[in-house]
T-cell receptor, first 109, second 114 residues
Framework: KQEVTQIPAALSVPEGENLVLNCSFT??????LQWFRQDPGKGLTSLLL?????REQTSGRLNASLDKSSGRSTLYIAASQPGDSATYLC????????FGQGTELSVKP | EAQVTQNPRYLITVTGKKLTVTCSQN?????MSWYRQDPGLGLRQIYY???????DKGDVPEGYKVSRKEKRNFPLILESPSPNQTSLYFC?????????????FGQGTRLTVV
């Protein structure tokens, strides 16, 4: 059974720092991996989708990598801003989405 | 604007009183799904639909019903809500299988059953 883990559960950084969020999964037979952002009381916003054949995807200050062999994905956020404060969720796609518990990020001005 | 729309956003109801949460998408997506989000448990799939008139159970289907009479709509029905169904609910849609293509989520419905 696929299990998705995100570490750390919470992270607080000063504005301007580059940071990395981690996502690990137990079964490498995935179709894709998707990163989402969730603001308090709001829905999920898709950030990046990496197909299983890809190694990374970039969107603005965000870069996501995928290493299927080791069962890991990272989300790199460059030059963090207070507006980046949110919960970040990764989800493994294998016919359905299986979510991690999320990393709650706080960027302090 | 491409979007998934859920209604209502907030709902407080009493045990046993039937309710429906609506979900509509305007992207002509084949796949739709309902998730619930609970502290410590994360997001779990309730039901999903691969096309009109095709629905199937997810991981936590007990106490819920769905229907897919039209491609754009996928309502979630609680015939006899109970307090353990108090949760944050999300509807999602995807052009293809949720494992193959990008998923889009609604804004969520916060349900409280007293």
């Amino acid at each position: 059974k696929q299990e998705v883990t995100q570490i750390p559960a919470a992270l607080s950084v000063p504005e301007g720092e580059n940071l990395v969020l981690n996502c690990s999964f137990t079964d490498s037979a995935i179709y894709n991996l998707q990163w989402f952002r969730q603001d308090p009381g709001k829905g999920l916003t898709s950030l990046l989708l990496i197909q299983s054949s890809q190694r990374e995807q970039t969107s603005g200050r965000l870069n996501a990598s995928l290493d299927k062999s080791s069962g890991r994905s990272t989300l790199y956020i460059a030059a963090s801003q207070p507006g980046d404060s949110a919960t970040y969720l990764c989800a493994v796609g294998e016919g359905k989405l299986i979510f991690g518990q999320g990393t709650e990020l706080s960027v302090k001005p | 604007e491409a979007q998934v729309t859920q209604n209502p956003r907030y709902l407080i109801t009493v045990t046993g009183k039937k309710l429906t949460v609506t979900c509509s998408q305007n992207m002509n997506h084949e796949y739709m799904s309902w998730y619930r989000q609970d502290p410590g448990l994360g997001l779990r799939q309730i039901y999903y639909s691969m096309n009109v008139e095709v629905t199937d159970k997810g991981d936590v289907p007990e106490g819920y019903k769905v229907s897919r009479k039209e491609k754009r709509n996928f309502p979630l029905i609680l015939e006899s809500p109970s307090p353990n169904q108090t949760s944050l609910y999300f509807c999602a849609s995807s052009l293809g299988s949720f494992g193959d293509t990008e998923a889009f989520f609604g804004q969520g419905t916060r349900l409280t059953v007293v």
